[in-house]
């Protein structure tokens, strides 16, 4: 990536990476933009230089996010090109930890904190990644998006509902703000992948950015143009920006998950890799005892 730093309404240079994109064929040269390209093992790259117009105060922090983005994007649909079922026989769980992780969260008193939601495939990898982000306090893995009352887990995976996994995000908005969880938000997954993230597939997997104001509305779709007009992935974003109505919490075993289940298989080939991917590309956000 380009070190060259951007200006308002300057221009976007997307570098030139190189990765193995056996999921995704190769893309031929666009002839209407100026564009160079580098041929690498499986795909056509290219330096692409795109006009950022303004878009308001949030114009410079959001397009020093998307410099990073880029290869994240590529990076991401290279996690599996075959599904992998994560179901109920997967949930290897430590009961003593569950137990205990349980009455932790209820000690807490979180009623000073924001709340922001987002769905972007499977819940333990979610929860994980703003677990890990400054400014989070907590972290909850539940259902949203949906019309049904009470959800359970086999019903939401087994795609018996409306509803998508998604996550509850407390956070200190002096320490982090709602523009920097969107910033997470994309760029801790593939937006750009209909109903599927990674070896999960199925609508309960869908993309959702949810909004509780006009504010947070116009924050999600100011970045998802920014996204579109330095096309950062090769594909159109799919993900649906929805207003909140309402969240369930997921079965107590689902809770951390990721850190409680450290020899669960999912864990191991998709959860810990999506979470470092994060790590790498964001470390100014991580909480310095990030696990």
Not at 29 to 34: A, F, Q
Not at 39 to 44: E, P
Not at 186 to 205: I, V
């Amino acid at each position: 990536m380009s070190d060259e730093s951007f200006q308002p309404g300057g221009h976007l240079i997307v570098g030139t990476y190189t990765l193995s994109m056996k999921c995704m064929g190769d893309h031929s040269p666009n002839p209407k933009k100026k564009e160079r390209h580098v041929k690498t093992a499986d795909l056509l790259l290219y330096f692409t230089f795109v006009r950022l117009p303004p878009v308001g105060p949030l114009t410079q922090k959001m397009k020093i996010m998307l410099q990073k983005l880029m290869p994240l994007a590529l990076a991401l649909l290279t996690i599996s090109c075959h599904s992998k079922p994560k179901n109920d026989k997967m949930a290897e769980t430590v009961v003593s930890k569950t137990e205990e992780t349980k009455t932790e969260k209820q000690k807490k008193d979180l009623s000073q904190f924001e709340t922001a939601y987002f769905a972007s495939g499977c819940f333990w990898c979610v929860e994980a990644i703003y677990e890990s982000v400054e400014g989070v306090e907590e972290v909850i893995s539940g259902y949203s998006g949906g019309k049904e009352k009470n959800p359970t887990y086999k019903q939401v995976s087994y795609g018996k509902t409306t509803h998508a996994e998604a996550v509850e995000v407390y956070y200190d908005p002096k320490v982090v703000s709602f523009e920097t969880l969107v910033t997470v938000f994309f760029g801790s997954h593939d937006p750009t992948t209909l109903n599927r993230q990674g070896p999960d597939r199925g609508a309960q997997y869908r993309s959702i950015a949810f909004y509780k104001n006009d504010s947070e509305k116009q924050i999600i779709e100011a970045f998802i143009k920014g996204l579109e007009e330095a096309e950062v992935y090769p594909s159109k974003i799919v993900t649906q920006v929805k207003r909140f109505k309402k969240f369930y919490k997921a079965e107590d075993y689902h809770q951390d998950y990721e850190k409680l289940n450290p020899g669960n298989r999912y864990v191991q080939q998709v959860s810990v890799p999506r979470l470092n991917r994060f790590k790498e590309r964001f470390p100014q956000l991580l909480k310095k005892e990030a696990h």
